[in-house]
T-cell receptor, first 115, second 110 residues
């Protein structure tokens, strides 16, 4: 398996623009997580899905952030409009809670810079 | 609310030393605990996963222990090498969520 795949790896945009980050989880995994990492706050859980359904979005900072998972193999995290304080590395991770071990596998991350 | 703390925040040691990294959590109702490694500018690599029913896991020079009742886990690194230099994160999983600690930045110098 190719692992969790995220795109783009790097994104530089101007304040006010829409940003869309994409994630393809490991095939067969039923949980998908979006995290944000900054120097100040470390790794923060933004939202997670179980079987494509959003379970907890309490970590989403503002209404400017939205996430979708239209099917088991694809998820997006959208920021509209983007602001400089959104600059961070955004990670997607997937796992299979039951059966296997619940081990979490991370993608390489999308580094976002908002100017 | 689960809180995860790691001590020390940073560690610098000469090559060859045996190391202990600590992780503590406030809610013992966990499903499992996972240790990760993160290199600068990279993603997180899973090192060891300990289920709530287990006491320890080993992989090569790494050994992780779990004491659920006291809310503690330790990561033991034997005979450290410069290639072990990275940030080490522990994360505990409740019913669904995985909550991360603050990390320990390790530097092993030759």
């Amino acid at each position: 398996d190719a692992g969790v795949i995220q795109s783009p790896r790097h994104e530089v945009t101007e304040m006010g623009q829409e940003v869309t980050l994409r994630c393809k989880p490991i095939s067969g995994h039923d949980y998908l997580f979006w995290y944000r990492q900054t120097m100040m706050r470390g790794l923060e859980l933004l939202i997670y899905f179980n079987n494509n359904v959003p379970i907890d979005d309490s970590g989403m900072p503002e209404d400017r952030f939205s996430a979708k998972m239209p099917n088991a193999s694809f998820s997006t995290l959208k920021i509209q409009p983007s602001e400089p304080r959104d600059s961070a590395v955004y990670f997607c991770a997937s796992s299979l809670l039951a059966g296997n071990t619940g081990e979490l596998f991370f993608g390489e991350g999308s580094r976002l810079t908002v100017l | 609310k689960q809180e995860v703390t790691q001590i020390p925040a940073a560690l610098s040691v000469p090559e060859g030393e045996n190391l202990v990294l600590n992780c503590s959590f406030t809610d013992s109702a966990i499903y499992n605990l996972q240790w990760f490694r993160q290199d600068p500018g990279k993603g997180l690599t899973s090192l060891l996963l300990i289920q709530s029913s287990q006491r320890e896991q080993t992989s090569g020079r790494l050994n992780a222990s779990l004491d659920k009742s006291s809310g503690r886990s330790t990561l033991y690194i034997a005979a450290s090498q410069p290639g072990d230099s990275a940030t080490y994160l522990c994360a505990v999983r409740g019913a669904d969520k995985l909550i991360f600690g603050t990390g320990t930045r390790l530097q092993v110098f030759p």
